[in-house]
């Protein structure tokens, strides 16, 4: 071999070491951001009966923590809403940033015409309290060396409940 092709398969090692170690680095680095990341609480902004009662929504914010000095952006934010138990309804938010250093309330909104989810809104608009679950699933791009997203993306899920009091609300329900 010539030094000509010894030349080119150092530099095209060189540079898949360079390409690998910077993907490492994003992934290391991602995993540690989602880490870092914190649900410090989950509130109920409204609850909203259709007439007849054969639809309802749910409002409800989620409180992550960012402690780092970065701006963290998740991407497709899926999450499914449970009230005692029973599944509400799911959504997707397809962007969501987090500013550095502070507490961001991701809202979140459902809406179903489900009998029995709609069934056990009511009834705990009647008890005036009930169990709040939010289970959500986002993604954190990957980033070589911090410059350039990867396609790749790392999947983190999280699962948070608490009781919460329910005030009454009156207005009705979106149908679409």
Do not use: C
């Amino acid at each position: 071999m010539d030094k000509k092709h010894a030349a080119i398969i150092a530099a095209a090692t060189t540079t898949l070491i360079i390409v690998l170690a910077g993907f490492i680095l994003g992934f290391q680095t991602t995993s540690s951001t989602a880490k870092s990341l914190q649900v410090k609480g989950v509130e109920l902004r409204a609850i909203s009966v259709g007439q007849d009662a054969k639809n309802a929504s749910l409002t409800a914010d989620l409180f992550l923590d960012n402690p780092l000095p970065v701006q963290v952006t998740l991407d497709d934010v899926k999450y499914g809403i449970y009230v005692d138990d029973v599944p509400v309804g799911e959504g997707v938010l397809r962007k969501n940033t987090l500013n550095p250093a502070s507490r961001n309330r991701v809202t979140l909104t459902v809406i179903t015409n489900d009998e029995v989810a709609v069934d056990t809104l009511v009834k705990a608009i009647n008890k005036g309290y009930m169990v709040l679950r939010v289970e959500v699933g986002y993604e954190l791009p990957v980033s070589w060396f911090g410059l350039v997203n990867i396609p790749n993306k790392v999947e983190f899920f999280l699962n948070y409940s608490r009781p919460v009091h329910v005030a009454v609300t009156t207005q009705p329900a979106s149908t679409g």
